[in-house]
């Protein structure tokens, strides 16, 4: 047989490795896999928790977790930029290409600090306080502190679902601080006796049993807390959704039914939500 030119050789020899590389992947099909979760920040920490573990359980698989708020969620996983979007709503009617699996329950709590003494707020003093019609807390009986309002970015489900829930818009909110996560927005009213903000009820109980100086506010008289989410109270309550588009890849799907069994259950009771099967 004719010996082969360096050109073809250099073909050759890059073919066989290709289909080596092939092969490989075939009789190890997670060896390299990777799935892409983006969104609601509430989520991502709980995602973070069950990442580390199924990687555990699954050393060739690698999770990377990414946040960014609901939205973004969205647009990643209609794009091909994630795997799996955080959505921390129910999914709406223009949003019938995706399918939701339910993965838990939360809810929007206010929150002051823990020095505030007052202990409830009528909605429409709620209402007067984001908008500015309320700007000291002497109004309310308290100190002579001008309020610092506390108000979540845009692009996120906890800020769409609070301005819905008050009829309000961003140009009604008379906001002194935007945070982005739950964490900031936990920690800039932690730290300001004169702050009030909203955030979710299951991290800002977690921050609570880890020493924040924060104090939820009951709603419409109903107590911001598991229980009363359990129960279906609570009237500012929502969806923890993880949401795909088509088929998932076999390790997406993996992911998600881990996230869904009994064996995430536990997981999702130390970020203080409710799993999706109470």
């Not at 019938?96 to 020095?115: K, M, P, Q």
């Not at 955030?199 to 800002?204: D, L, N, T």
């Amino acid at each position: 047989m004719a010996s082969l030119s360096i050109p073809h050789r250099l073909l050759l020899l890059l073919l066989i490795s290709a289909i080596t590389v092939l092969a490989a992947t075939w009789r190890h099909p997670s060896r390299s896999a990777r799935v892409v979760v983006t969104g609601s920040s509430t989520i991502a920490p709980l995602m973070a928790e069950i990442g580390r573990e199924f990687e555990r359980l699954h050393p060739g698989i690698h999770i990377d977790v990414q946040t960014g708020g609901s939205s973004r969620g969205i647009v990643d996983v209609r794009r091909g930029l994630a795997d799996v979007g955080m959505v921390s709503r129910s999914l709406r009617a223009e949003e019938a290409d995706l399918t939701a699996h339910l993965i838990a329950r939360d809810g929007i709590g206010l929150i002051v600090h823990a020095d505030n003494p007052v202990r409830e707020l009528k909605r429409e003093e709620i209402v007067a306080l984001f908008t500015g019609q309320l700007s000291n807390w002497q109004q309310l009986g308290w100190l002579d502190l001008p309020v610092v309002i506390v108000h979540k970015a845009s692009g996120r489900s906890t800020h769409e679902l609070f301005l819905e829930h008050f009829g309000l818009s961003d140009r009604d909110i008379d906001a002194d601080v935007v945070i982005g996560d739950n964490e900031q927005g936990i920690k800039t009213v932690g730290s300001n006796r004169a702050a009030i903000g909203y955030v979710s009820i299951g991290a800002a109980e977690y921050a609570q049993a880890h020493g924040q100086s924060i104090r939820l506010l009951p709603l419409e008289g109903i107590a911001p807390s598991s229980d009363e989410l359990m129960a279906g109270r609570y009237p500012l309550a929502r969806q923890l959704n993880l949401v795909t588009r088509g088929t998932p890849s076999p390790p997406a799907q993996q992911l998600i039914d881990f996230t869904l069994s009994s064996e995430a259950a536990p997981m999702i009771r130390r970020m203080y939500f409710v799993p999706h099967d109470n």
